[in-house]
């Protein structure tokens, strides 16, 4: 019986893998190397904007969710609606 799970386990594990796998591979930015005609790109973001759009700003905004359910939750003293 382990031995059925185990081979579900690792069918599962890889349809889980591979699936976005081959989103990401077969993706159309890929394709982004040839212009369209009145395609107008901006200027590129730093190091330091990427980072701060892509991994700080979701933290804070994850942080401050967060807070106000803690908050929340202690003023009503984790009592729950019924």
Do not use: W, Y
């Not at 993706?27 to 701060?52: I, K, Y």
Request: proline content about 5%.
């Amino acid at each position: 019986m382990v031995n059925k799970n185990n081979k579900r386990a690792a069918r599962a594990g890889t349809v889980a893998l591979a699936a976005p796998l081959m989103l990401l591979l077969s993706s159309p930015t890929a394709q982004a190397l040839m212009r369209d005609d009145g395609d107008d790109p901006g200027t590129g973001l730093s190091v330091f904007e990427t980072l701060t759009v892509f991994v700080v700003l979701p933290l804070v905004l994850f942080a401050v969710i967060t807070g106000l359910v803690v908050l929340a939750d202690r003023r009503s003293g984790g009592r729950t609606r019924t």
